[in-house]
């Protein structure tokens, strides 16, 4: 093997808000993410993921799919339907609670959460050293939020404090009023009220309804747990960060049904569980995940945690661990009139499980798991650009290069992709020079470049390259797949 010359890498140092900027642009230039309906201009907050970006999320889902269900002798899968009877979402409380409160500045017509402006204003506060305001005004904060008219106490608020739009300095404020999130829709020939069904705003409910479906066809005795991935939709107000806040996107979430009063022992598992996934599955760097534990709880939940990752823009929510105790079979119990109930078969006790519950969004661990990867450095002198991903989460695993396309390395170069191609995904390519070839494969994370050259006609062997030390080693052609397939284990 040709030493790992550390020499010929060197790191560059790269500005965190260049990286965004940076990153959007390769996304799309490399076929990860588009904008939906660009040629129209496009459609606020809503993305296409391209031909390496749906093969990267897929990669990204598999690796759940496989540590949530087949690693799990007690939990199963399911794929519930987007529209549901739309009485679930009266007992689920997302139609009474599922709200954002809104506040408008007529002046620029641009509408803000008025809830986050008084967050990052006590967060300001706190940052100047004004401890004393902050704490007075997270007081007001807090007793607004249990006040009879908290749209009000949240307008006087903002007023009292002065508060000004983050970007445009304006604070010419309207009343703040509350806005429901779930997208409507009419189901049937009439448009009125009768119709009306809403698309899902959490997979959640599509288990719950669920359960003793699941759990008879499955044999499943408590605890035992269901996950699902699926498209969940939000109006969401505020957007922006690329795929970090969508309307529409992608959830991966298992309920874990549990006896009551063995919810913490369940939830502390949970969450060790979910927080090693991150690392040892998907790759991501261990010193940019953080736990946030919530002080203002969820209608449902009695325990709250956020994992939360460091994203160029801040340090923001990927997954959240929740103890949603009985709530939601409670309320489907009384909605439906459906007992919910589960009887122990060994001591006859009856009762509502409580749910530890681990909701992921899908795409913010893609932007999470790209984010990280991105990187610059110099190799031999040359500026390159390269995702160091994990080499289970790249989009294709393995690339090759005939050195030159003639005297029969292109033929031996297509004859072995096809042959890679049956174990995982590969690329061929043998337009340009060697060098930009390799370039072209690093700007995509591809962990291992193989390359076909004079020397593989003669004796059957080829150069394997290594992504991130660009170091090479030479081994028989005939055993480039289990050299690849046992590195991305
Ligand atoms: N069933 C619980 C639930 O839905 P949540 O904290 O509202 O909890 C879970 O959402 C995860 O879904 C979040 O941690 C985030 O990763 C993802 N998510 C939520 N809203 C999103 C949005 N508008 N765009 C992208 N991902 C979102």
Not at 210 to 225: C, D, L, T, Y
Not at 228 to 241: D, H, L, P, S, T
Not at 386 to 405: C, D, F, G, I, N
Request: charged share 25%; net charge negative; aromatic share 10%.
């Amino acid at each position: 093997m040709t030493t790992p010359d550390t020499a010929r890498v060197q790191s560059a140092s790269l500005s965190p808000d260049k990286v965004m900027h940076k990153l959007v642009s390769l996304a799309k230039r490399r076929g990860f993410i588009f904008p939906s309906s660009e040629i129209y201009g496009g459609l606020s907050s809503c993305f296409d993921y391209g031909p390496l970006g749906s093969e990267m999320k897929r990669n990204i889902k598999e690796l759940w799919w496989n540590a949530m269900t087949r690693r799990h002798q007690n939990i199963v899968g399911i794929d519930a339907s987007i529209m549901m009877n739309p009485t679930v979402w009266e007992a689920s409380g997302h139609v009474s609670s599922f709200n954002d409160p809104l506040i408008d500045d007529r002046t620029t017509k641009r509408r803000y959460r008025a809830d986050h402006l008084i967050e990052n204003h006590i967060e300001k506060l706190r940052r100047d050293g004004r401890d004393e305001d902050a704490l007075r005004v997270q007081a007001a904060y807090e007793a607004a939020g249990g006040s009879d008219e908290p749209n009000r106490a949240l307008y006087e608020l903002i007023i009292a404090e002065a508060i000004k739009a983050p970007d445009t300095g304006s604070a010419d404020w309207t009343e703040v009023r509350q806005f429901n999130l779930m997208f409507q829709c009419n189901m049937g020939a009439v448009a009125d009220s009768s119709g009306t069904v809403y698309l899902r705003p959490e997979t959640a409910q599509g288990i719950f309804v669920n359960f003793h479906n699941v759990r008879e066809a499955s044999r499943m005795k408590v605890p035992f747990g269901i996950a699902q991935i699926g498209k969940a939709f939000r109006n969401e107000i505020v957007k922006g960060n690329f795929i970090f806040r969508m309307v529409e996107f992608e959830q991966m979430e298992m309920q874990y049904f549990v006896k009551p009063g063995t919810q913490a022992e369940a939830f502390e598992t949970w969450r060790e569980e979910r927080y090693g996934w991150y690392t040892a599955q998907l790759g991501l760097s261990p010193e940019k995940l953080h736990w946030y534990k919530h002080d203002k709880l969820a209608h449902y939940a009695d325990l709250a945690y956020d994992i939360k990752f460091d994203f160029p823009f801040g340090t923001e929510e990927i997954e959240g661990i929740h103890s949603r105790t009985d709530f939601d079979l409670t309320r489907h119990q009384e909605y439906s009139g459906k007992n919910m109930e589960y009887v122990d078969q060994v001591t006859n006790e009856r009762y509502v499980p409580y749910v530890v519950e681990t909701s992921a969004g899908c795409d913010r661990l893609f932007l999470a798991v790209l984010s990280d990867a991105y990187t610059e450095d110099v190799v031999d002198g040359e500026e390159r650009v390269l995702l160091k991903l994990a080499p289970k989460v790249a989009p294709v695993k393995a690339a090759v290069l005939p050195l030159m396309k003639k005297g029969g390395m292109g033929e031996a170069a297509m004859k072995l992709r096809d042959e890679l191609a049956e174990s995982f995904a590969v690329q061929y390519d043998d337009a340009a020079s060697i060098g930009k070839r390799y370039r072209r494969q690093d700007e995509i994370g591809t962990p291992f470049c193989v390359t076909v050259d004079h020397e593989s006609l003669e004796n059957g062997t080829v150069t394997v390259r290594f992504r991130d030390t660009a170091a090479q080693e030479r081994i028989q052609m005939s055993q480039a797949a289990a050299f690849i397939s046992a590195r991305l284990a």
